[in-house]
């Protein structure tokens, strides 16, 4: 028997700390799971003699026919001994990926009737899957993954608030559809590709759950809402791909927002045209569309695979429906395990070792992944820095200030060496705040000891309080996004006591030396300017280069439509031509008088 994981068992749910700073690279795990020999199937493999397909241990299976035997290995097996949550433990490192902050994908792909809803939803018949208090080992990957993600919510109280959202979409004949809001399937809803390249649904209604009942209720609703209908290999098929997502957002003590998703996708199986019966025709369209998303799927892994090792980089994500909404999952920033299903029946050699070469594809891609980390910054603490960045500001215009009565220059080269190194040193501590190198209260006490020996000098007394915040787009010290500047408020210069020792200092400082000085780190911030419109310019021509490569390519993919269209419709005027041909044929051979002479053999 397979071994278990105790249920006891908690998720660890810190990432990595390679995976935090830049991501890790990984492949996409592949699994495969054989269904039992249903009734009709037992007594064909008594004739035949032998299983034609069989795990030969926890990793490797084997598939024999009349003429080879193919052997293949995989992360790992799961044959008919296995039960529901013994497959979970083995792949429930997804649920454990999404609580640390990952994206994570899991989805069963594989032949109509060979347990993929059974895999990811549980029995059909079995409604206690949906119930919260009761341990089912019928209840499928995502009624347990519910389970475990609300758990986890409930111990990270203590260091985070959680909050669960989740959504449930259908593809059915390629086009998509909200299943907890549109049940008639009345609205299509469109793709999109945001700013940062994530792809996202228009209009998707998203649900905040806060229990597990909540969450399995949705579940319920939307798959009583899936089309499905009969068919040869199985008496309740899915006739569309549905994928059930899971949106979770800690928000830390510390600041940080981890904010991560997790995709479920149960996808429709392949079916071949069944020649013995009549078929409708909106039959014959969810059969071509479900082949067609199917079969753009396994280019795409057979392009990633090939792309891997350095073979054609072009992706056809836009051929399809389901291969563009699970973009992410198959080349982006996402922990992604696929569940191949099979039959072991004789008669389904041939999906089955489809199947395989799918799967053996898949295991070949690899993904860089990381956490979805941000960092919330105090806007009171943003509006210091600026503040604090004004106060130099006042003081560089001081320097500027015309000869003076009083002062020396050593006091002025003194004040300006000083200042210049302060700057220096705030820049280098918030860039590496922004980089999660320091933490927040690391920077502060920088912050504080740079301005107190700033200000606690005898030539450096404490500026006016009334500053003016920065006037720029708010971004200060070259990193990190600021809040939104305030309006600009009038500044003054403090002429009482110390204020006006400084400022008379200042006026008597030679005005070459300061000019000079200030010359210097104008044209140091010029040339860091000029850098930063540069490379600004750079990325902007990249992305205009993208947008024309983009387009070239749209525009052989809709010249190859034109020409696949012209093919068909030519294809079916010669067919129709054919079909006319033979029926008047058969007419004249049905109204011709039947000859009493003995028919003869035609040459």
């Known amino acids: 028997m397979p071994e278990t994981t105790s249920p006891e068992s908690k998720p660890e749910v810190t990432a990595p700390p390679a995976a935090r700073r830049g991501g890790t690279s990984e492949n996409i795990q592949v699994f495969i799971r054989i269904r039992p020999l249903i009734e009709r199937e037992n007594s064909q493999e008594r004739c035949a003699g032998t299983h ?3 795990a030969t241990d926890h990793q490797s299976i084997e598939v024999r026919t009349s003429e080879s035997t193919i052997k293949c290995t995989y992360d790992a097996v799961f044959d008919h001994t296995f039960s529901q949550e013994q497959v979970y433990d ?9 609580l640390q902050g990952f994206n994570s994908t899991l989805f ?5 009737g060979s347990g993929k809803s059974f895999t990811m939803f549980g029995a059909e018949t079995d409604l206690s899957r949906y119930r919260p208090g009761l341990q089912n080992s019928q209840a499928g990957i995502i009624p347990r993954a519910i389970k475990e993600i609300f758990a986890a919510t409930v111990q990270m109280e203590a260091d985070a608030q959680a909050t669960v959202f989740c959504s449930f979409v259908q593809i059915y004949n390629e086009q998509i559809f909200d299943l907890l809001r549109d049940t008639q399937m009345n609205a299509p809803l469109e793709i999109h590709e945001d700013r940062k390249n994530d792809i996202f649904v228009e209009g998707l209604s998203e649900y905040a759950v806060r229990s597990v009942s909540d969450c399995l209720q949705l579940l319920q609703c939307g798959e009583q809402n899936r089309a499905v209908r009969s068919t040869h290999m199985n008496q309740v098929s899915s006739r569309s791909h549905s994928v059930f997502q899971l949106l979770l957002e800690q928000r830390r003590k510390d600041g940080t927002v981890l904010k991560s998703k997790f995709n479920l996708v149960d996808l429709a199986g392949s079916e071949k045209w069944n020649m013995g019966t009549e078929m409708q025709d909106h039959h014959i369209s969810e059969m071509t569309n479900i082949n067609l998303s199917l ?3 396994g280019r795409c892994i057979a392009a990633l695979s090939s792309k891997s090792t350095g073979g054609p980089t072009h992706v056809p994500y836009r051929d399809s429906k389901l291969t563009r909404l699970l973009q992410d999952s198959l080349g982006g920033n996402t922990k992604t395990k696929i569940i191949a299903t099979l039959s072991p029946s004789i008669d389904c050699v041939e999906e089955s070792i489809s ?3 799918f799967a053996d594809r898949a295991k070949k891609v690899m993904v860089m992944v990381r956490v979805n980390e941000q960092r919330e910054i105090d806007p009171a603490y943003v509006e210091k820095l600026q503040e604090e960045l004004e106060q130099l500001r006042e003081v560089v215009r001081l320097l500027r200030l015309p000869n003076g009565a009083n002062g020396d220059d050593g006091d002025a080269e003194v004040a300006v060496q000083h200042l210049e190194n302060t700057v220096r040193q705030l820049k280098d501590a918030s860039d590496r705040f922004f980089r999660f190198e320091i933490e927040e209260e690391e920077l502060k006490v920088i912050h504080a000891r740079l301005f107190q020996g700033f200000q606690g000098g005898p030539t450096h007394p404490p500026l006016s309080a009334s500053r003016s915040p920065l006037p720029t787009g708010g971004r200060a010290f070259g990193g990190g996004n600021m809040m939104k500047p305030r309006p600009r408020r009038s500044s003054s210069i403090d002429t009482n006591g110390n204020g006006e020792c400084w400022k008379n200092d200042v006026q008597a400082a030679p005005a070459m030396t300061v000019e000079k000085e200030l010359e210097m780190s104008r044209k140091a911030i010029e040339k860091q300017t000029k850098l930063q419109n540069w490379l600004i310019e750079k990325e902007r021509r990249e992305i205009l280069k993208l947008h024309q490569e983009q387009q070239f390519i749209d525009e052989q993919r809709r010249y190859a439509a034109e020409k696949d ?7 079916a005027a010669t067919k129709k031509k054919l079909l006319l041909a033979t029926a008047a044929s058969a ?6 008088p039947i000859s009493s002479k003995p028919a003869t053999a035609e040459t």
Do not use: M, N, P, W
């Open 355 to 357: 199947t395989l070469k």
């Open 587 to 592: 007419s004249e051979a049905l109204d011709s």
């Open 295 to 297: 079969h753009t799927l």
């Open 565 to 571: 269209a012209k093919f068909f419709k030519r294809a």
């Open 108 to 112: 069963a792909y594989g032949q109509t």
């Open 90 to 98: 083995r792949v429930r490192e997804c649920t454990q990926s999404f």
């Open 52 to 54: 034609s397909i069989r």
